[in-house]
Structure formats: structure tokens, C-alpha cells
């Protein structure tokens, strides 16, 4: 049982850059999240998602998109990556309605020059 | 929409000692939990203690317990004999318990701990 993993654990990108950070959790949990964390902000949402084929926005969506095809897996893409974007990204997973507990990621920290 | 407030940015102990983390937070809500994360230079975010609003009584987990004023909208985070292993960053996060709102943790600023020897 590998919990959430996330891929990479480090990237640096080029402004105008695309990449995809990956996040799979073995749990069969049914929500899954992205947050980014910067320096005196503590973490803020991106997305989420509550099932397969389900993704809403959350805080700061803007320049990142998702999808969920698979219960396990919930890619987050940066389309035309921005220094703005320089974070450390963690994905969560959690069981549904009722359980409290969210499992991070070991986390991925994003360079962008 | 919900707010933490973690007022202290940087707190310090002498190892052996208390220290109090202080947290406050907003939300017209009920039900809700709330929980104490620690996250060590590894990065990784570890789940300290969790609260959950319609219980009155205090969470405790060893040397950690919180002070949950439910009223007052305040949950702070007591460190019985600091360790060195306790140095940490501190976030505070809340989580309604309504619906889907489960997928969603809204995080405080966070308190750098440091335990001095």
C-alpha cells in the first residue's frame, strides 16, 4: 500500500512550458485534491474532485487544469506554465462523505524561470 | 467561505517545556472538523490531532491535546515536554462536514516551531 504518490519531486520549466504533475493513491479513496503551497500563505486549493469524471475548482484554479478518468489517478496540468506558478504542489486523498482524514503527497516543487 | 488565522508566525520552546500554538477561524457552520498538521523540512504533511465540532471534549494524542472553544472560534494546539523531533511547521485547517465539502481544507499561514536544546 504506497499511499498518495506524487511525480516528480522536482521540475524546473521555461515560461510558456507545459507539463502534467501526477498523483495516484492506491486507497480506492473517492476524493482527491491539489493544493500549492507558498512561502507565509499555507496551502490553498487548486482543484478537487469527488469521484471519477467529477472536478471542481477550488481557491486559486486559474493557469492549472484536471481531470479524473480513473479513481486512483488525478493528473494537474499547467498548460503554459507562469513564474507565478514556483510552488510546492501536493495532492490529498481522502474516503467520501463521513471520514475526515485527508492523505497527502509526498509533494512536487516546481521551479518556473 | 471559511478563514483560519494563525497569528503567530514563529514560536519558540526549550526542550522539556510547553508551548501553546494559537489558531482562530470563521465559518457560519455547524458541523465541521478541525485539525493540527505538522510539516517537517522532509515536506511531508503529518497529521497531528483532529477536532470534531460537535464533540465538547478536548482531543489529545499523547503530548498533544488542543484547547477547542467552540464559541469563540478558537483551537489551539498544546506541546506537553518539547522534543527536538517536534520542530516543525504548524498548519491549522478546517474542513466542513457538509456534503462534498470534505474534498476541501482551508489552511492557516502556519507557525514555524523551533525546540531549543
Known amino acids: 500500500n504506497a499511499g498518495v504518490t506524487q511525480t516528480p519531486k522536482f521540475q524546473v520549466l521555461k515560461t510558456g512550458q507545459s507539463m502534467t504533475l501526477q498523483c495516484a493513491q492506491d486507497m480506492n479513496h473517492e476524493y482527491m485534491s491539489w493544493y500549492r503551497q507558498d512561502p507565509g500563505m499555507g496551502l490553498r486549493l487548486i482543484h478537487y474532485?469527488?469521484?471519477?469524471?467529477?472536478?471542481d475548482q477550488g481557491e486559486v484554479p486559474n493557469g492549472y487544469n484536471v481531470s479524473r478518468s480513473t479513481t486512483e489517478d488525478f493528473p494537474l496540468r499547467l498548460l503554459s506554465a507562469a513564474p507565478s506558478q514556483t510552488s510546492v504542489y501536493f495532492c490529498?486523498?481522502?474516503?467520501?462523505?463521513?471520514?475526515?482524514?485527508?492523505?497527502f503527497g509526498p509533494g512536487t516543487r516546481l521551479t518556473v524561470t | 467561505a471559511q478563514t483560519v488565522t494563525q497569528s503567530q508566525p514563529e514560536m519558540s520552546v526549550q526542550e522539556a517545556e510547553t508551548v501553546t500554538l494559537s489558531c482562530t477561524y470563521d465559518?457560519?457552520?455547524?458541523?465541521?472538523?478541525l485539525f493540527w498538521y505538522k510539516q517537517p523540512p522532509s515536506r511531508q504533511m503529518i497529521l497531528v490531532i483532529r477536532?470534531?465540532?460537535?464533540?465538547?471534549q478536548n482531543a489529545t494524542e499523547n503530548r498533544f491535546s488542543v484547547n477547542f472553544q467552540k464559541a469563540a472560534k478558537s483551537f489551539s494546539l498544546k506541546i506537553s515536554d518539547s522534543q527536538l523531533g517536534d520542530a516543525a511547521m504548524y498548519f491549522c485547517?478546517?474542513?466542513?462536514?457538509?456534503?462534498?465539502?470534505?474534498?476541501?481544507?482551508?489552511f492557516g499561514e502556519g507557525t514555524q516551531l523551533t525546540v531549543n536544546p
Open positions: 485547517a478546517y474542513r466542513s462536514a457538509e456534503g462534498t465539502s470534505g474534498s476541501r481544507l482551508t
Open positions: 490529498a486523498s481522502s474516503y467520501g462523505p463521513g471520514h475526515a482524514e485527508q492523505y
Open positions: 477536532q470534531e465540532a460537535y464533540k465538547q
Open positions: 465559518t457560519s457552520e455547524s458541523d465541521y472538523y
Open positions: 474532485s469527488v469521484g471519477a469524471g467529477i472536478t
